[in-house]
């Protein structure tokens, strides 16, 4: 079984809860003997699969495979082509660690996506943007620390996409299984 989860913000990407006011996976109904592949920090969204094919985490997770994931950053700031570029280079060092070259884009309008709750915080004097960074390998917190790094903290993170599968019209919360289709897209 593969399954696709539109994890919600302040969602733990795992099933154990380790103090009493986290939520984590176990507070969403999904089948048992579901593991995630991968994960997704507590203050990210997006797309989070879960399988019991142990098979399916080598080949979506280990970086000599390169599948990549997309996520929709929004940063803190008008974001500039130089600062793209140097997301994009594979020249960046994030903690003793040279990340890899990235795609960016940045994206002309918000994403279709649902509003975060609770909401990101909002300054009238400082504007934001939003960019598409893919990535093909995933170190932690490696997205917030490259926007950092090149000086447009991450303000609001989800994931979009892994390989060509999206996240689509999932809402924060719901899961569904993958089709035969599904997975020809994620590339598995």
Request: hydrophobic share 40%.
């Amino acid at each position: 079984m593969l399954l696709a989860f539109h994890k919600p913000y302040d969602v733990l990407s795992q099933f154990t809860r380790e103090l009493p006011e986290h939520r984590t996976l176990a507070d969403f109904g999904l089948p048992k003997g579901v593991y995630p592949i991968g994960r997704l920090d507590r203050d990210s969204e997006g797309l989070l699969l879960l399988s019991d094919e142990k098979a399916l985490v080598d080949r979506l997770l280990h970086p000599r495979h390169e599948h990549p994931r997309t996520y929709w950053v929004q940063v803190e700031g008008s974001i500039d082509e130089a600062a793209m570029r140097q997301l994009a280079a594979g020249t960046l060092v994030i903690q003793g660690h040279r990340c890899a070259k990235a795609r960016v884009t940045l994206l002309s309008h918000e994403p279709d996506i649902a509003p975060r709750v609770p909401p990101i915080r909002y300054r009238s004097s400082i504007p934001t943007s939003w960019i598409a960074l893919t990535l093909t390998e995933g170190k932690n917190r490696q997205v917030r620390r490259m926007t950092a790094a090149v000086g447009f903290p991450t303000l609001r993170l989800v994931r979009a996409a892994i390989g060509n599968f999206l996240l689509g019209d999932l809402m924060p919360g719901e899961s569904r299984e993958l089709s035969r289709e599904d997975r020809q897209r994620l590339g598995v």
